[in-house]
Structure formats: C-alpha cells, structure tokens
C-alpha cells in the first residue's frame, strides 16, 4: 500500500470507527461496487458530453449508499466536476411550508465543491478563477492590460458571451444579471457589491425588496425556484470549462418519514419534477444522485410506489431475477459485499491502520478470517450484518489489540468484553426493516 498521509489515515479511522463515512481517503479501501461505478461513470461522461442523468443508490441501512455516493463525488471532482452535496433531513427537504427547499439549496451551494477546492464554499472561487481567465485571455488577444483603454469593455464582451448563453433559460436573465454585478464589484473594487451577488446566488436573500436595493434584481431564490437555478449554475459551469454539476442527496428517507401525506408528496412532486428534467433532456450537464432505502421507494403505502406516476418509471423489469441487476436502471440497488471483499475490505483497513500507527504487525488474512467467523457465526448475522457493523468492530478491536500490546486477537475474541454487532436496541429503530 502507497504511503497515506497522516492526515487522510486520521480521517478514515475517525470516521468509520463512528459509524460514518469518511470525506477523504476513501480509495484506500473501496472494494466491489465495479458493476455500480462503472455505470455511474458512464454518467459522468453523458453529463459531461452536455447531457443530464438521474440515480437512485438504493440499499438497506449500512449497505454503502454513502460510502458510494462520497466515493462518487471524489470522482467527479478528479473528473472534472462541480460538484455539491446535502444529507436531506426535517430541516431540508425539497419542498416545505418552512423554507425546507431554498434550506436545502442554500446547504448544497455551502458543500459546493471541485478538485482544487475540495471541501466546500467553492462558488467565490469559481468566480475568481472565471473572471481571471477572461481577463488573461482578453490580454493575449488585444495585447492591452487591465487600465488601459478598452480593456475593460473586451472583458465585458467576453462575460456576455457566457450570460447571453444563460438568458433563454427559466430565470436565466436574472442569474445573469447577478453575475455581471459580481463583475462589477471586481472591476470597481466594491466588496459590498460582490458579497451581494454571492449572498444572492447562495440563496440568502430573504426579501425581493432586499435583492433589489443591492443588486437591482427584482427577484430571489426561494422554495419554488431553487431547482432552476441549479440547472443554471449546471450550465454556466460548463461554459466556464469545468464538464458539469454533479448534485447528490443523502438520507432521502426523510422525505418517506414525513407524516403529513399533503407535505409528502409535495417533496414526491418535486423529485418528479427533477427526475423528468434530467431524464427527458431538458437539463444540461446536470447529474442526480440519490441515496435512499428500499422502503423510500417501495413502500405502497408511503413510498415512491404509491404514486402511480413514480411507479411506472421505477418498477422493476419483469425479466431481472435473482443475481442480475440493470445498471442502466434509474434506480441500481446496492448489494451485500461478497465474502472475499469483505475480507479484502478488512485486510486494506488492517494496513492503513497500522501504517497510521507505524505497526509493523498488521492482522494477517488467517487472523481476519477467524474475525470475520466470529462475527458471521452471531445469530442473525447473515441476515443483519452490514459493512458499517463489521468495520465500527473492526476499528475497535485494531484500536485495543494496538492500546493492549499484551493481549492476542484469540484472546481478545474470547473475552466477554467483545461487543454484539447488533443490540437489541438497534434493531428497534434503524434496523426495523429487517426480517429473519
């Protein structure tokens, strides 16, 4: 294994021993899910070609919808993506009496991301390196610099290239309004006015009145328009050199657990709405992915299934049976990792854990067999075991075998001190889906 910085192999150990998924690093240990991402790749390149496309990640709780959706957006970065990202929640939704649409918007433009710029807040960076760029290029072609005569009105040339591009679509006129303040405010040194058109584009505005006396725009982005201006900022960021936006939503359970059927399917509506866009072309270099749990989708009672309209497009083939899977599916459904990636899963974990501590020890493939049996042998443990369990004890026990020098793994798996996988408590709440 390549030398991982301390940095990364303190993020990866942190973040799987609490049962999450690690931002960074995630690399080093991926294992399986070929079949799942070389069709999302596939995506990528469509998207990038100026097409749209729309994902389900579907698996039970555990199974790897994050791990892949995280993996997913380093990806795209590396690729060449924007990409922005947003765990779905009470809080955020995709429409609400209570602002939960722009909410989340506003949390997907905080996570804007791209690969020189990977942990979020990335749209003033953007901007900067657009304007900067445009102004480089009007220098080679005019042979002028930035006071000189004319200059500036070539560079404003070149900036209307791009928004005259934006302003056939739905509220492209304003966006491109907002952008050309932002221009401005870099050209007369006005931080006031550039702060105004981010504040804008990140949704912060929470009146018209507002909007208009700082930018002069007569409108702002809210719970009925948020979804626009995504495909929007899909657009201009193509134009701009980078190959689209890549948008991924997690915990879309949230929309299945709302109780209010009128609230539930106003956010089913909006998805549609999202889904159609994407699927029928009417987006460009625009990507959807969503992480959601079975039950989110099939459920006939609170699920997708239950509109007619959403179970038509995701219903299954009649021709899959077991073992086969449609990639090129809206929905791909995540299954369990096979046995020997489990055991290579554990093996790479193993390595990065004692290079992280400089151990010259690490668990040998035999060792992690007799772990894996120990696990596999509980009850129930074919049925309810997920990677999130085996690696939360995994960590743990790397972490006492590493504190305890003294003590053997046999030693340490005979005690009584090793935790179940499964309590009876977690199998009241997010583990109530399965069934022995």
């Known amino acids: 294994m390549s030398k991982i910085p301390k940095r990364i192999s303190t993020a990866l150990i942190n973040a799987l021993a609490a049962g999450v998924v690690p931002r960074i690093g995630l690399e080093h240990i991926a294992v399986g899910r070929e079949r799942e991402m070389a069709a999302l790749c596939q995506d990528f390149a469509n998207i990038g070609e100026g097409g749209a496309a729309f994902r389900f990640v579907v698996g039970r709780y555990g199974s790897g919808k994050s791990f892949l959706l995280q993996f997913l957006r380093n990806q795209a970065m590396e ?28 949390e997907l433009l905080k996570n804007m991301a ?22 480089n290029q009007v220098a080679r072609e005019t042979g ?51 702060d105004g058109a981010l504040r804008w584009l990140r949704g912060e505005f929470a009146t018209k009145t ?6 002069g725009v007569r409108v702002i982005i809210d719970d009925e328009t948020w979804y626009d201006y995504l495909k929007l900022f899909a657009k201009f960021v193509a134009d701009l050199g980078y190959k689209g936006l890549i948008v991924l939503l997690d915990e879309a359970i949230h929309l299945y657990k709302i109780a ?20 029928q072309g009417k987006a460009e270099h625009l990507g959807i992915a969503i992480g959601g749990t079975p039950q989110l989708l099939e459920d006939p009672r609170k699920g997708l299934y239950s509109d007619e309209a959403w179970r038509t497009r995701l219903a299954k083939s009649r021709f899959l049976k077991d073992g086969l899977q449609d ?44 772990f894996k049996q120990e696990v596999t042998r509980r009850l129930g443990a074919e049925t309810l075991i997920t990677p999130r369990e085996i690696l939360r004890d995994f960590i743990s026990l790397l972490n006492i075998l590493q504190q305890n ?21 977690q199998t009241d709440g997010e583990f109530a889906e399965f069934t022995l």
Do not use: C
């Open 79 to 106: 690729q060449g993506f924007v990409v922005a990202d947003a765990d779905l929640s009470p809080q955020l939704r995709l429409a609400g009496t209570k602002k939960q649409g722009v909410a989340t918007y506003r």
């Open 144 to 194: 002028k610099h930035p006071g000189e005569s004319d200059f500036d009105t070539q560079v404003e040339l070149k900036i209307r290239e791009v928004v005259d591009d934006l302003e056939g679509l739905v509220h492209g006129f304003d966006f491109a309004s907002v952008i050309i303040a932002y221009w401005r405010g870099y050209r007369e040194d006005n931080p006031q006015l550039k």
């Open 114 to 135: 791209t690969r020189t710029h990977p942990n979020g807040g990335a749209i003033a960076l953007i901007l900067e390196k657009w304007i900067s760029t445009i102004l």
């Open 405 to 425: 020098p003294q003590l053997t793994l046999e030693q340490l798996l005979d005690s009584q001190g090793f935790p179940s996988t499964l309590t009876e408590e």
């Open 210 to 215: 507002e909007a208009k006396s700082v930018l």
């Open 327 to 370: 990639t090129a599916a809206p929905a791909i459904y995540l299954e369990p990792l096979s046995p020997p990636e489990i055991s290579q899963l554990l093996q790479r974990l193993s390595a990065v854990h004692a290079k992280h501590h400089q151990s010259k020890n690490p668990l040998t493939p035999p060792q992690i067999e007799i």
């Open 260 to 279: 209010n059927t009128r609230s539930r399917q106003s956010n089913y509506d909006k998805l549609l709405a999202m889904f159609n866009d994407t699927i």
